[in-house]
């Protein structure tokens, strides 16, 4: 009987299984898809490197710092600074303005001056320290900034939460202010899927495989001496390797119930999937639209993250992410991000056409761009909860994001439900 199942390959259930196997346990991780990551992940298209999503990974935060070799992920970061469409209250037109740090941007110290007013900063400060009960729009409604400010900062936690309604509680909001103030968000060169690519280098190759992919699970049995797993594989899978195997097949044949038993169960499969395997009602999840653009001459030569102000926009920000990494692009392109909070459908022209306004270029640029991939991604991150996400089964024990929708919030679930588990015998 093996110490540990784990339900899920994503950031969570990776450093789960890391933390446990570093504990000398047993552990298997059973994997739905056909890769690890979970929501995180990166695919190449015409040699470009599009992320799952436009992603980034902030390493202030203090679980990347416990949990990832940081330099060996070859981080590129952003500017320390965004570029504001919409805010004709500091050029008096409808041109795109920066606002950075002005010792670190010294060319933009008149414009972020202008930006925030000391009270501005001084309310900032305290909403990130003590935002108070309620939900994030609440803490922004009670700080009453100036109207810049209040827009830019609404505009910018909505691209990071997935909401326009800014629903979850005031204490997430305030701890992603935080981080952000603490740390410049980064890309890894080679895509967000170095990050679970890193954790799956960790774990051991024992038999049976740490990870195996294709394994949908269907149900679990708590027991007096463990925990039974009903799992359907959708294909045949290597049982020696913890990457998907092409020698040693099983025989079973796909579709066919197995079980696994192990004395404890961790259930990190994403929230809408945990929450099933439980019992529960599934958590509100928040859509997120990505679109990628392949171009031959890039919008800018910034670094710096664009948010769009405007309320009647379908976009929130653009990113132009081969300035920051150049490895995104096939050499001689560019690759550029545009996002878009919920689901609805917009026009592909009207996308590109904004996208140009946002740079203060012509909308005849547009023509010579290529749309790569767009991502409607339905389950992007779950609307935050206090409590997250909580077995009702005995020894059954949840690690995600769902109390903290964030790389963050993963990797600290992940770690902290592992060392949980270590207390049990």
Known sequence: ????????????????AKTLQQAGKCVTVLESADRPGGRIGTEQVQGYLIDHGFALLNPAYPAA???LNLKNLDLHAWARGVTLAGAPELTGSADPVTVAMPLRHPRHTVSSLKFASPKDLALLAKIASRPGPGTIADALDRAQLSPLVDRTVRRFLAGVTGSLELDSPAAFGASLLRYFLKGTPTIPAQGMAAIPAQLLKHLENPSPAPV????????????????????????????????????????????????????????????VTTARLLGQNPPQ?????????????????????????????????????????????????????????????????????????????????????KLLAHQVIDEALPVVTNDGIESNLPRVFTAGD????????????????????????
């Open 212 to 271: 195996r992919y294709h394994h949908h699970v269907t149900m679990l049995k708590p027991e007096a001496d463990g925990v039974t797993v009903t799992f359907i594989r959708s294909q045949a899978q290597d049982a020696s390797s913890p990457l998907r195997g092409t020698s040693a097949q099983h025989t079973v044949p796909a579709g066919q119930p197995e079980t696994l038993k192990a004395k404890y169960v961790i259930v990190a499969a994403g929230p």
């Open 65 to 67: 710092k416990k949990s």
């Open 285 to 369: 999840m928040n859509a997120i639209q990505t679109w990628w653009i392949g171009m031959d001459e890039p919008v800018s030569t910034g670094k710096f993250l664009t948010l769009d102000l405007d309320p009647q926009s379908p976009l929130v920000h653009a990113a132009p992410i081969s300035n920051v990494s150049p490895s995104y692009a096939p050499a001689g392109k560019h690759l550029l991000a545009l996002t878009a909070v919920g689901d609805t459908q917009v026009d592909q022209a009207q996308v590109f056409a904004r996208a140009a306004q946002l740079y203060g270029l012509p909308a005849s640029v547009t023509k010579d761009w």
């Open 402 to 425: 769902s109390a903290h929708a964030s790389i963050q919030g993963a990797l600290d679930s992940g770690r902290k439900t592992a060392k949980l588990v270590l207390k049990y015998r």
């Open 1 to 16: 009987m093996l110490d540990v199942i784990i339900i899920g390959a994503g950031l969570a259930g990776l450093n789960a």
